[in-house]
């Protein structure tokens, strides 16, 4: 997955496959004077192969950490952004006065839906290429499941969309969004059937496919984000059981993300970026956090005018000898060699640290869609729903204390489910910052709005849903916006 192979037909197929989505219908009526259809690029196994790899691109774009803490983090406890020239995106965030016509929701739409597409292209036209069978049924479950995992996103953000599933699609096409029932649906069952076919570990020299546990995660999570505590729980223990993950444990915590344990099996889902020096869909997150003056580890690196920084209060949230707290920037040698303490709400996360083989401006570090410790937290939460306080989720969540370096607890210290709910939201804030999951959690947890009120934002009830993008409304009259927009 680290050197994704492409070839001339994959430019073929994007240049006449576009989404109905983002194409625009012409007035000009123009003459026809060659076709091509998915004979002429699907002959091959590696052609299946490589318009399969191209739905991976979707999901590892460049900045994938930058927006994605902007949509799932600026608007919560953890993270706020000031200077250069995004900080005009993110300030609407921070303020819950974001707009429809925000540019990042509209590329996360059209990103999902080329991803979608990509994958229906893989599912609809499989049947045209000689390949052993088993291969063709994990090829097919590895689509469905990247497609799922697409319209997983899109429900976080936006709630039900439309439900597409097959390629032949025209700009004509006009498609209302699906119900919540049917979404829902939908979601789980390409999971659940992924899942009984997917292999248990991903292939020699394939790391970065889905595997059956990556499946059984992902549907965990949808669980969780629809409170289906019962199948959260049962879903948590299937993955469990698989026995290929653990947590990370050989070192301090932090060190989880550092390159030399990049693939540990703490790992389930990732998006994988790239590690060529010269290839500009690597990661720039560190670009945009780090403060001025400060020095690399791998030179030569560019700093941005951009920089993302940790509310000092969500700090508050971590015992002193947290090993977690090693992932922050509190104060550094600047290149005049003076230390530089960084104090009221301006630490920075360096959670995903400097890689040796890095671009510029990006780095190869992976993004963490899935890990094992929120399989472990998530199901902690599930039985604590279901079952009320009780030893296992106590269990579980000493498992990720202990991973940390920090204290554990026994039941006898929370007076009832509501007290241990709460540490175990504040556990997650330790555990997954930077990782984009906090809006969600909060949310699950009821407290988005509430804690955003706190913060004296003008946060409602509706902004638990983003804006369908204006763009897409504007061009699908059969769209319904979401509440409040």
């Known amino acids: 997955m680290k050197n994704i192979k492409t070839s001339f037909k994959l430019l073929v197929i994007i240049s006449i496959a576009f989404t109905f989505f983002v194409a625009c219908e012409s007035s000009l009526d123009e003459k026809t004077f060659t076709t091509l259809s998915p004979n002429d690029f699907f002959q091959t196994a590696e052609d299946v192969e490589v318009v399969l790899n191209s739905v991976y691109g979707e999901l590892r774009y460049s900045d994938i950490k930058r927006d994605a803490v902007t949509l799932q983090e600026v608007n919560t406890d953890i993270h706020f952004e000031r200077s250069g020239g995004i900080f005009a995106l993110n300030q609407p965030i921070e303020e819950f006065a974001w707009t429809s016509s925000h540019g990042w929701l509209k590329n996360w739409w059209e990103r999902r839906y080329r991803g979608i597409f990509k994958a229906n292209t893989v599912i609809d036209n499989i049947s045209l290429v000689d390949i052993e069978e088993g291969r063709r049924q994990e090829i097919l479950a590895e689509a469905r499941f990247l497609r799922a995992f697409n319209y997983y996103l899109l429900f976080d953000f936006f709630g039900p969309v439309p439900l597409v599933t097959t390629s032949q699609t025209d700009v004509k096409d006009r498609p209302s969004r699906a119900t919540e029932v049917e979404m829902v649906s939908f979601i789980e069952t390409e999971f659940i059937e992924a899942s009984e076919i997917l292999p248990v570990k991903p292939p020699k020299d394939q790391y970065g496919r889905p595997t059956k546990g990556a499946a059984l995660s992902a549907l965990a999570k949808f669980y969780m984000l629809n409170k289906k505590w019962q199948e959260a729980s049962t879903t948590t223990q299937e993955v469990m059981d698989l026995g290929v993950y653990d947590l990370f444990t050989e070192g301090n915590r932090a060190e989880l993300f550092s390159p030399e344990n990049q693939r540990d099996n703490e790992f389930i889902f990732v998006s994988v970026m790239s590690d060529t020096p010269d290839d500009d869909t690597g990661d720039g997150w560190l670009s945009h956090v780090v ?170 009830d509706y902004h638990v849903r983003y804006p369908i993008p204006q763009t897409e409304i504007e061009r699908n009259r059969n769209l319904t916006q979401n509440e409040g927009y």
């Open 291 to 460: 403060p001025r003056g400060y020095q690399w580890q791998y030179p030569p690196r560019q700093i941005f005018a951009a920089e993302y920084k940790i509310r000092s209060e969500f700090l508050e949230l971590f015992d002193p000898e947290d090993e977690r707290l090693d992932a922050f920037l509190f104060e550094f040698v600047n290149v005049d060699g003076d230390t530089i303490v960084l104090g009221e709400d301006n630490v920075r996360s360096l959670k995903f640290p400097e890689y040796p083989n890095q671009e510029i401006s990006r780095s190869s570090d992976d993004f963490p869609y899935i890990r094992y410790a929120d399989i472990l937290l998530s199901r902690a939460e599930a039985l604590n729903e279901t079952n009320g306080l009780n030893q296992e989720s106590i269990d579980l969540l000493n498992m990720v204390r202990e991973a940390a370096g920090v204290n554990t607890f026994a039941v006898g210290e929370f007076s009832n489910a509501e007290e241990f709910k709460n540490l175990l939201l504040d556990e997650r804030g330790r555990e997954f910052h930077t990782e984009a999951l906090r809006r969600q959690d909060l949310i699950r947890h009821g407290k988005f709005v509430e804690m955003a009120i706190e913060r004296g934002k003008p946060a409602m």
